[in-house]
C-alpha cells in the first residue's frame, strides 16, 4: 500500500515537498519507485524514478528541479521540487513495483502499486 501526502497550492518559483509511505512491501530486494503526474485535460506522464541501486531518472522537463528519493528507515520516497511552474501542475502518484537494476524507467506504467495522488497547484 502506497500513501501520498504534502499536495498543495503554491506560487511559481516556490518549492513543495510530496511524501508517499511504503507498508505492506518489503523492498529490500530489487525495486523501483517512481513519480508521475497527470496534467489538466492530459494523459498521465512519468516524472522521475528511482532504482534499487540508488540511480535517479527524471524527464526532461523537470530534470535539475525535482529530486526523487527515499528514506529506508521510513520506507518513505520523496519528491522534493524546486522552481515550480505553472506547467508542473497536476494530480501527483507515486508507483512501486520489484524490478531488477537498470529496469527502472520514470515513465513505467506497468509499475502495479500507485498511491492515491496528490494535486499540486501552480499559480503564476
Known amino acids: 500500500q502506497l500513501v501520498q501526502s504534502g499536495g498543495d497550492s503554491v506560487q511559481a518559483g516556490g518549492s513543495l515537498r510530496l511524501s508517499c509511505r511504503v507498508s505492506?512491501?518489503?523492498?529490500?530486494?530489487?525495486?523501483?519507485m517512481a513519480w508521475f503526474r497527470r496534467p489538466p485535460g492530459k494523459e498521465r506522464e512519468g516524472v522521475a524514478s528511482?532504482?534499487?541501486?540508488?540511480?535517479?531518472y527524471y524527464s526532461d522537463s523537470v530534470k535539475g528541479r525535482f529530486t526523487v528519493s527515499h528514506d529506508a528507515a521510513k520506507n518513505t520516497l520523496y519528491l522534493e521540487m524546486r522552481n515550480l511552474k505553472s506547467d508542473d501542475t497536476g494530480a501527483y502518484y507515486c508507483?512501486?513495483?520489484?524490478?531488477?537494476?537498470?529496469?527502472?524507467?520514470?515513465?513505467?506504467?506497468?509499475?502495479?502499486?500507485w498511491g492515491q495522488g496528490a494535486q499540486v497547484t501552480v499559480s503564476s
Open positions: 505492506g512491501m518489503t523492498y529490500n530486494t530489487y525495486y523501483c
Open positions: 508507483a512501486a513495483d520489484h524490478r531488477h537494476p537498470g529496469l527502472c524507467h520514470y515513465n513505467d506504467p506497468t509499475l502495479r502499486n
Open positions: 528511482l532504482d534499487t541501486d540508488g540511480t535517479t
